[in-house]
């Protein structure tokens, strides 16, 4: 396989970065423009280390490519801080096309998925990654994205291989398998590259285990919480940290009745930010369950402010 290092002029991520929702317009399937700036400004304010846009939490596979272009070259220009953004597609041409507009406007990296929808062997999977590194060159850093909930593993061995071509910036591991982490954990110390967790459960693990920072659906919500955790773990502050992964495992244990990211949302509109439409209607008993979650994370929040603003 060939060898080649990605540019380290734009530096690597680390530490929180927001995996943001995208707020949709009300009976369209297009994208809130207004409402993702509003909520780039919030997100940026919070001290978290970037924003992750149109992954899963994202919902990207609701919006047309060219919505997908025209919302990133905006939020591009807003950011005060990097943005990664994913431009999976179920096609190479697709995700070629969204990752060149994106490098275009200036992105500090792009997340891929494996081709989703239909189920591919590794080979075919390695070969879609060297295809989509060989057509993007350098014009950004590519972060492989591992996401088996949603769409083809990327198996640790394959992940490996291609993370230590050198063709690849890091990869945001959603798994929440800690063998895998550990897979991951050993081939960077052999070939250095960015290890991102992408599941908030295993999160102070990974993070004890080397992991350079996280791509939180939850810190759309609450980037608060994540970033005092962060905070608390680089510290090694472990009082701070048991008291606040509690926080977030009791605000996890309810997101996960819900379809991800139905909760996500509602808690984002409980901080006053425009969240959109959600993509398909819920159920009376899921609304009803909806309201209860409202009514408990707007209680639940300003004991959560207090300590993490300690």
């Not at 290890?195 to 693990?205: D, N, P, S, T």
């Amino acid at each position: 396989m060939p060898s080649k290092s990605k540019p380290a002029a734009r530096g690597s991520l680390e530490g929180v970065i927001v995996a943001a929702v995208t707020p949709r317009q009300p009976q369209e399937y297009c994208i809130d423009l207004g409402a993702t700036l509003e909520l780039i400004d919030f997100l940026g304010a919070s001290g978290a280390k970037g924003i992750a846009l149109l992954g899963s939490t994202g919902e990207f596979v609701h919006f047309a490519a060219d919505d997908r272009k025209h919302m990133v070259n905006f939020a591009a220009k807003r950011s005060r801080v990097p943005l990664l953004v994913n431009v999976s597609h179920s096609t190479l041409d697709g995700a070629i096309q969204l990752a060149r507009e994106a490098a275009g406007a200036g992105v500090a990296g792009v997340l891929l998925m494996p081709p989703y929808y239909f189920r591919h062997t590794q080979e075919t999977i390695r070969n879609f990654y060297l295809a989509f590194a060989a057509a993007i060159g350098d014009a950004t850093p590519i972060y492989l994205y591992n996401i088996p909930q949603c769409t083809n593993e990327i198996a640790a061995t394959t992940a490996t291989e291609l993370l230590a071509s050198g063709l690849f910036a890091g990869i945001k591991d959603s798994s929440g398998s800690l063998s895998y982490f550990d897979a991951l954990r050993e081939q960077a110390a052999r070939t250095p590259f960015t290890l991102l967790a992408g599941h908030e459960r295993i999160y102070v693990q990974a993070k004890l285990r080397g992991a350079q920072g996280i791509v939180s659906g939850v810190a759309s919500a609450v980037p608060e919480l994540m970033v005092a955790l962060e905070d608390a773990l680089t510290c090694r502050a472990e009082e701070r940290i048991r008291r606040l992964e509690a926080l977030l495992k009791e605000l996890l244990d309810r997101l996960d009745v819900f379809p991800w990211p139905v909760a996500i949302k509602e808690a984002v509109r409980q901080r006053q930010l425009k969240a959109g439409a959600l993509a398909a209607p819920l159920s009376q008993d899921d609304e009803r369950k909806l309201e209860e979650f409202g009514a408990w994370f707007r209680a639940w929040l300003p004991e959560v402010l207090r300590q993490c603003a300690a």
